[in-house]
């Protein structure tokens, strides 16, 4: 089994109950036709040659996990009319990409939790955030105009991401563990970020963030 850099964080003794399962489903349906479609813009963007052929790979994780999760609730993920517009320079672009796959590996451990059978997709967005946290060390340790874009980035990335984990987190099931939820998956993603280098010592930032 992969392991993710990070210990991974939900594996502590607090559980959603089974009665989240569908909320869990039908943000993971949203979630991965999200992801499908930042994955194909991103595709169109000038990336380095091995992450070109891993956004290839990652496209076809993306649209098998889409159809397990239309197939699971019985509906198709709306629609887009054109894809989503993502940051054009690699350093900004890699930042957006692994921070969404780390909140997607958070979600990803909770529906494990409940969906012991769906245990393949919490592999794959291991595979997906090691792969970018690699790229992000690259990145950090490159050319400094580079490593300085990759940090602004990761800094206002983080003071949306407490709105973003709102709308995630936007249903009548989760609504008793919105507060505990909210609280472990921002740390979670701190010290991530913190981990890699994009974001300095915390000072409690996510109370804050946004």
Known sequence: MKGATQKDSL????????????ALLERFLKAEAMALWAVRSSQLQKVP?????FLQRHEEDEQ????????????????RGQLPSVPRQWP???VQLFGYEALG??????????????SSIL?????HVEFFEREIRK???????????????ARAWWRKLPRTLDRYLEHSALEPYRPELAGRILSALECRLMG???LGQSRNSHNNAG
């Open 105 to 118: 590996l958070e979600f990803a451990l909770l529906l494990a939790d409940v969906r012991p059978d769906l």
């Open 196 to 198: 890699t280098g994009l």
């Open 139 to 153: 990145i950090l340790s490159g050319e400094q105009a580079d490593a300085e874009q990759a940090r602004t980035s």
């Open 123 to 127: 592999e794959d967005e291991r595979t």
């Open 64 to 79: 098998r996990h889409l159809e397990q999760f239309q197939t699971i609730l019985g509906h198709h993920a709306h629609e």
């Open 49 to 53: 040659s091995n992450v070109r052929l």
């Open 92 to 94: 900004a672009l890699a």
């Open 11 to 22: 594996t502590g003794p607090f559980r959603l109950p089974s009665s989240c399962e569908p």
